[in-house]
């Protein structure tokens, strides 16, 4: 007589207690399965294996804690012997010599979304269903992982052959065109960096006698010319970023025609807008890996240390008018330039210090403490400012960081501010809470006064501006400014003031399509990071050094870009190099990400903008309204299984 065939072992994984429930169930009811277990979280999940020994585990996808990509990824390698959190952070044991092979798992989720069946499949999952599934797809999913087969969900299956029709063939690259930057070429684009960002030529004179900035620019643009597969494959105007840059000094030369001036406007743009674009487009251009993107954000880091050196050793402080001490006489920016300035760079060398290992810590710390003394002797109010908004956005968007750590580097910020403020420094920031005490408030030179006027200007020239550069001109022209008309007619002479205030420097000199290409550019890019983090593998969080430092790039990107768009209030700092710096970083970031998801056989469009996204997003959107909705009174007995 042949003895009848041991029943499937399942484990059910799902954070809500009554959709596991339901799934234990429906299974328990099926001839030949038994439920052997159930858990919450991915942790849970990779416990209960090690305990239990199922068959098939059936794994629900956005968990609290390890989601259920990660525990499958664990599951499937066989890691699943000891799981022990420790700080946030998962440690697994290798298994054992002789382990059972390790279990079949098949997805369940309620959202139909392409990223998560790849994920799903590379994890090693065996069937990828949704929760809506009628419940003999369900057990027949069971039963084929157990057998060694998949089973997927016919929408899913659809999609996938779609997909596969319309790859164009494939071609194995020459290693050249996979390659990063070399070694030599890394150097340029590092020195051009550096020299843009410190102006380290502008304290040596010699040096600056060469004009090193034009002829490494030179250099780079001839590089591209002759190798021109140095570059980014993509196009060039790929993303978002990229895009606005573009669109920006489209408008740029556009109100040449239509501004106050055409001559000031082109000249402007001859001597200084342009470089800037220059600048830009090359680290667009350049930035093809994760390589190339650090050695990028290394180079600012290191003009940074420059700066800071210059700030704290070479020059010292002397007092204002309001009795307080600051930097002053600088030979690269204003104290309060300088400020905004190193608010990014803090942001990138924290992004350093959380990838870096114990050795290259203690270098970056005492950047970090050099950063946190030259803000303090800047004296400059934009950057306290500026340096509260990076705190307050680190507790929210740096989630993947440790509580505890996030208050540490407040403390420490806070700390090192106060260790190294001159004499009178916390009298003058007074001022941000008590603004009419500042001789901005109600001075006819101050900030609030110049504000005024520039939205003046605004009004005279509200679409094309008064054209970019043409601030100042316009305050010593009598028929564009009241204070000019009142000076000229009070035998007062002129008095041009900068706009002190780079929105309003977009606004008056773009006038409305600017302002809004402006805001996109800089504060939209830390709006564009979240949405980019959002898309990468959960997995990277705990991979090699590579995926680490990308996962966290955006976080600590985004927290500088928010401190250098509330410190940019106080600065004319709208057309600038540090400026376009940002969005040539971002979509450098961009880059790099796609290429290491490339490299994993991960698809995507990643950051928002593209057809694809459009389309994917109509694609969920169209989901979710014909999703059927139950109307009338509930049946009580029924699961209740969430939108999540």
Same mark, same amino acid.
């Given at each position: 007589m042949t003895s009848p065939a041991a029943p499937i072992r399942v484990?059910?994984?799902?954070?809500?207690?009554?959709?596991?429930? %339901?799934?234990?169930?429906?299974?328990?009811?099926?001839? %030949?399965?038994?439920?052997?277990?159930?858990?919450?979280?991915?942790?849970?999940?990779?416990?209960?294996?090690?305990?239990?020994?199922?068959?098939?585990?059936?794994?629900?996808?956005?968990?609290?804690g390890m989601d259920g990509l990660e525990a499958t990824r664990l599951i499937t390698q066989g890691s699943f012997e000891t799981t022990i959190p420790t700080a946030g952070t998962i440690e697994t044991t290798i298994p054992t010599a002789g382990a059972a092979a390790p279990p079949k798992v098949v997805m369940l989720t309620t959202f139909d979304l392409d990223e998560y069946v790849y994920e799903a499949l590379r994890a090693g999952a065996s069937g990828f269903l949704l929760k809506d599934s009628p419940r003999h797809d369900l057990i027949a999913a069971v039963r084929a992982a157990a057998a060694g087969d998949a089973l997927l969900a016919p929408s899913v299956t659809r999609r996938l052959i779609e997909q596969f029709a319309r790859r164009p063939p494939e071609t194995t690259p020459s290693p050249s065109r996979l390659a990063s930057l070399t070694a030599r070429e890394q150097d340029v684009l590092l020195l051009l960096v550096v020299l843009t960002v410190s102006r380290l030529h502008m304290a040596i004179p010699s040096l600056n006698k060469t004009h090193p900035l034009i002829v490494l620019t030179i250099a780079a643009l001839g590089v591209a010319w002759v190798r021109p597969e140095l570059l980014a494959q993509r196009p060039l105007f790929a993303t978002w970023p990229a895009k606005i840059?573009?669109?920006?000094?489209?408008?740029?030369?556009?109100g040449m025609f239509f501004g106050m001036s055409f001559g000031s406007t082109a000249t402007f743009i001859t001597e200084d807008f342009g470089k800037t674009l220059i600048f830009t487009f090359l680290i667009l251009a350049s930035i093809r890996t994760s390589r190339d993107l650090f050695t990028v954000i290394v180079a600012y880091i290191a003009s940074a240390s420059w700066l800071v050196y210059q700030a704290v050793f070479h020059f010292h402080l002397e007092m204002e008018q309001g009795g307080y001490y600051r930097l002053s006489h600088l030979d690269t920016y204003d104290a309060n330039d300088l400020g905004l300035v190193l608010l990014l760079g803090l942001a990138l060398t924290l992004l350093v210090f959380q990838v870096a290992r114990w050795r290259g810590r203690i270098v970056v710390t005492g950047v970090l403490l050099g950063i946190a003394a030259a803000i303090a002797k800047s004296g400059s109010r934009g950057a306290l400012v500026g340096l509260a908004a990076m705190a307050l956005a680190s507790l929210v968007l740096l989630q993947a960081v440790p509580l505890w750590k996030r208050c540490a580097f407040i403390v420490a910020a806070v700390a090192g501010i106060t260790l190294f403020a001159p004499s009178g420094y916390w009298k003058q920031m007074e001022t941000i809470i008590h603004p009419e005490n500042d001789y901005n408030w109600d001075s006819n030179h101050g900030r609030?006064?110049?504000?005024?006027?520039?939205?003046?200007?605004?009004?005279?020239?509200?679409?094309?501006?008064? %054209?970019?550069g043409n601030f100042?001109?316009?305050?010593?022209?009598?028929?564009?400014?009241?204070?000019? &008309?009142? &000076?000229?007619?009070?035998?007062? #002479?002129?008095?041009?003031?900068?706009?002190?205030?780079?929105?309003?420097?977009?606004?008056?000199?773009? #006038?409305?399509?600017?302002?809004?290409?402006?805001?996109l550019m800089i504060p939209g890019a830390a709006v564009w990071l979240v949405l980019l983090r959002r898309r990468m593998p959960q997995h990277w969080l705990h991979g090699d050094g590579e995926q680490r430092f990308l996962y966290f790039a955006p976080m600590y990107l985004s927290i500088g870009i928010i401190a250098f768009s509330v410190g940019a209030f106080f600065l004319t700092f709208a057309w600038r190099e540090v400026t376009f710096y940002i969005p040539g970083v971002v979509a450098g970031l961009d880059a790099a990400v796609a290429e290491r998801m490339g490299r994993e056989g991960i698809p995507g469009p990643l950051l928002p903008g593209s057809i694809g996204n459009v389309k994917l997003a109509t694609r969920q959107v169209r989901r979710w309204i014909a999703r059927p909705v139950a109307w009338g009174p509930r049946d009580p007995r029924a699961p209740r299984v969430a939108r999540r």
């Open positions: 484990l059910v994984v799902d954070d809500q207690e009554l959709v596991r429930s %339901g799934f234990c169930v429906i299974l328990d009811t099926a001839d %030949g399965v038994t439920v052997v277990g159930e858990a919450g979280n991915g942790e849970a999940a990779v416990a209960a294996v090690a305990a239990h020994h199922p068959d098939v585990v059936l794994m629900d996808i956005r968990m609290p840059v573009g669109a920006i000094a489209i408008w740029a030369l556009l609030r006064a110049v504000a005024t006027r520039g939205i003046g200007y605004f009004k005279m020239f509200p679409v094309f501006g008064l %054209g970019v100042e001109r316009a305050e010593c022209t009598p028929e564009i400014s009241p204070n000019a &008309r009142y &000076r000229y007619a009070h035998g007062l #002479g002129v008095w041009c003031e900068p706009p002190h205030n780079s929105y309003v420097e977009a606004l008056a000199e773009t #006038g409305a399509g600017g302002i809004v290409l402006w805001v």
